[in-house]
């Protein structure tokens, strides 16, 4: 039997980049290849669950450059620190990777997250074949490739920042996209123009962009580059954890408690930070419910923000965790739907799953996320901000009762369900690709 192709992977170390391509590579040594995951050390030391526990993927580190107490929610300050640290360091953790099995299962393939496109070309130097995993949807990849035309067509200037606010179309069967709503928008200078140089690196060294999507979601995107391969829905079968926090799965036990199709879960990943007032009419909108509750509570990456509930808050009707084992919970048979940020993570982990969407985004791609799911795939509405805006505590009522009684909604849940699943069985799209990728990387 010919040997399989060993992959370096290394994500971007955020739990919304490595979480993904954990389970990409669960996937991928399901197939029998090799895994060299790379952690940061501070991600590595901070992880609690370790991470998967195939034996074809073995966990390495190298530190990002940052002391421990340095501040990891800065995106320019670690991004500088990586990139002055990292690439140095990586040509040797690979020849001494490749010689612990005296080169005989040497590194194939590098496959980065977005803003590790250093790596690709670290490898590329050596060598080394490179493809990107991209954790975002196919369309924000696509609209950051477009971003030397929109600057040539004047839409936006050369920060990123729309000249006009206007809707447009970047390529047919897209969904209509505001210019305020751009990924990219609110951002500033320095993470726009990082943005503008790391779409030049991937083009450049990025062979595959792989994507946890399916033709079927983002149908009109795939046009733009003869790089895009959909994989997804990245969904591995097993049970290793791949969070890299620590999951409390009490809830699972309470889940199992509920009526079937009676709780609603909310949860806003991992960057999203709530202004408090408007945590404050969330809790009271839970409680206005009929419903019980789940409802993810995480404390902020950086302490910088502690949430205190409302005085006038019951939360009897409801259970709060920390941290919960999502894709677990997604598909339990008690669950009714999802309020959500709308990150593309839980965006696909809730299609695969059949759950209506309530939707709440708050940054970066999450509006454009959610215009497929309510405009294109039709499986939920969305949370309308008030004249301050505000989602309040009846909006919140109004819409979990709205999106429950539409079964339109509930119908275009099963379609989509079913339509993302066929993709991953034997003879699907995202199971041809994974093929082709595996077998490219070999050759
Ligand atoms: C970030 C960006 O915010 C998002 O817009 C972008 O599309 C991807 O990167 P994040 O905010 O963390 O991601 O959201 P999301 O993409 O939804 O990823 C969250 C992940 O955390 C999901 O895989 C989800 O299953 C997991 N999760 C969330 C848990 O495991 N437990 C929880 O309690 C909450």
């Not at 839409?155 to 809707?167: A, L, M, R, Y």
């Not at 995107?221 to 049970?239: A, E, H, M, T």
């Not at 839980?346 to 059949?354: P, Q």
């Not at 309040?392 to 699943?421: A, N, P």
């Amino acid at each position: 039997m010919s040997i399989l192709p060993h992959f370096l992977v290394i994500p971007f170390p955020i739990l919304g980049h490595v979480n993904p391509l954990m389970q990409f590579s669960q996937v991928l040594a399901n197939y029998g290849c090799k895994i060299t995951f790379v952690h940061t050390e501070f991600n590595h030391n901070r992880s609690k669950t370790g991470g998967p526990r195939q034996e074809n993927i073995k966990l390495v580190t190298l530190p990002d450059g940052l002391e421990p107490e340095d501040d990891r929610s800065d995106l320019k300050k670690i991004m500088s620190s990586m990139k002055s640290t990292m690439p140095n360091k990586l040509p040797k953790l690979i020849e001494d990777i490749n010689a612990l099995d005296g080169n005989n299962n040497k590194i194939n393939c590098i496959i980065g997250t977005f803003n590790m496109g250093w790596a690709l070309e670290v490898g590329h130097k050596l060598g080394i074949k490179g493809a990107l995993l991209c954790p975002p949807s196919a369309t924000s990849l696509a609209c950051a490739v477009c971003i030397p035309k929109l600057i040539e067509d004047g839409i936006v200037d050369s920060e990123g920042n729309p000249t006009k606010k206007q809707e447009i179309q970047i390529s047919p069967n897209i969904p209509i996209i505001d210019t305020t709503n751009f990924p990219w928008h609110g951002l500033g200078k320095f993470l726009f123009e990082h943005i503008v140089q790391e779409i030049q690196t991937i083009i450049n060294f990025g062979e595959w962009w792989i994507c946890n999507t399916t033709y079927d979601l983002e149908p009109g995107v795939f046009s733009i580059s003869q790089k895009f391969l959909p994989i997804g829905p990245l969904i591995s079968n097993d049970n290793n954890k791949s969070s890299i926090w620590q999951e409390d799965t009490t809830c699972l036990d309470w889940l199992d408690k509920q009526p079937p199709q009676s709780v609603i879960y909310v949860s806003f990943g991992s960057l999203v930070v709530m202004d408090q007032n408007q945590f404050n009419e969330l809790a009271l909108g839970l409680d206005l419910l009929d419903k019980t509750f789940l409802w993810v509570v995480r404390p902020s990456n950086d302490n910088k923000v502690n949430y205190t509930y409302p005085n006038d808050f019951h939360g009897n009707k409801g259970k709060i965790v920390s941290w919960a084992p999502q894709r677990k919970i997604l598909n339990h048979p008690s669950i009714a739907c999802f309020i959500s940020h709308c990150g593309w993570n839980s965006t696909i982990e809730g299609v695969h799953a059949g759950v209506p969407f309530l939707c709440w985004p708050f940054i970066a791609d999450q509006f454009l996320n959610k215009s497929y799911i309510c405009d294109v795939w039709k499986i939920g509405l969305e949370l309308e901000k008030d004249d301050n805006g505000f989602i309040s505590r009846h909006e919140i009522r109004k819409k979990v009762d709205q999106v429950l009684g539409d079964d339109d909604i509930k119908t275009m849940c099963l379609k989509m369900k079913k339509i993302t699943i066929n993709n991953i069985e034997e003879g699907g799209q995202s199971s041809h690709n994974l093929k082709k990728f595996i077998s490219w990387a070999n050759y």
